[in-house]
């Protein structure tokens, strides 16, 4: 079945510069890849996501790459603020079914 | 505004008892699952339904169950036979067949045992 592993499992930068959270994939058949993004005590929320025949996509400081050929996916966020810390999950969806797999998320630490 | 929500936001269980959590959702969504999310770990299917009457397990579901009988509704049932089901519960819903659509997830319920 399929697998997403998510690196890595905590990841703290300075508030003002870049944050990177990879995931890799296991279905070679997965074609849609949404990012979620979960506040303290709340469920997670779609934050940006990409299909398969797009390599990237941008949306204000969020960005996200798909490199279907070694079947890896990243989420890039720029000029970070406080309110960025959250708990971030990448997830992977094949064509034939409708479940998500869900990597196991990146707690995000915006230091100030 | 169309949504799912998830009742009650806190919820405490005596040990063998049974307790039903609640997911609605005014989406007109098909699919809809369960998920359990334990303290800094990720969230891990329970059980799922993409028709009414119609239910799958997950990768956890013993001690659990569930129903579908309308398509807004999935409530889950913690069973005395769950052992540990202290836990941040997750309900979610997407279209069916909409294979370019994520999930739209519930505000959660959080369990715990007394």
């Known amino acids: 079945g399929e697998n997403v592993e998510q690196h890595p499992s905590t990841l703290s930068v300075q508030e003002g510069d870049s944050a990177v959270i990879k995931c890799t994939y296991s279905?070679?058949?997965?074609?849609?890849f949404p990012w979620y993004k979960q506040e303290l005590g709340k469920g997670p929320q779609l934050i940006i996501d990409?299909?398969?025949?797009?390599g990237e996509k941008k949306d204000q400081r969020i960005a996200v790459t798909l490199n279907k050929t070694a079947k890896h996916f990243s989420l890039h966020i720029t000029e970070t603020q406080p309110e960025d810390s959250a708990v971030y999950f990448c997830?992977?969806?094949?064509?034939?079914?409708?479940?998500?797999?869900f990597g196991k998320g990146t707690r995000l630490h915006i230091l100030p | 505004d169309g949504g799912i929500t998830q009742s009650p936001k806190y919820l405490f269980r005596k040990e063998g008892q049974n307790v039903t959590l609640s997911c609605e959702q005014n989406?007109?969504?098909?699919?809809m699952y369960w998920y359990r999310q334990d303290p800094g770990q990720g969230l891990r299917l329970i059980y799922y339904?993409?028709?009414?009457?119609?239910?799958q397990k997950g990768d956890i579901a013993e001690g659990y169950s569930v129903s579908r009988e309308k398509k807004e509704s999935f409530p889950l049932t913690v069973t005395s036979a769950q052992k540990n089901p202290t836990a941040f519960y997750l309900c979610?819903?997407?279209?069916?067949?909409?294979?370019?659509?994520?999930?739209?997830f519930g505000s959660g319920t959080r369990l715990t045992v007394v």
């Open positions: 997830a992977a969806r094949m064509n034939r079914d409708d479940k998500i797999i």
């Open positions: 279905d070679s058949a997965s074609n849609y």
């Open positions: 979610a819903s997407t279209p069916a067949g909409s294979v370019n659509y994520g999930y739209t």
């Open positions: 339904s993409q028709i009414v009457n119609d239910f």
């Open positions: 989406l007109n969504h098909d699919a």
């Open positions: 990409i299909r398969s025949n797009v």
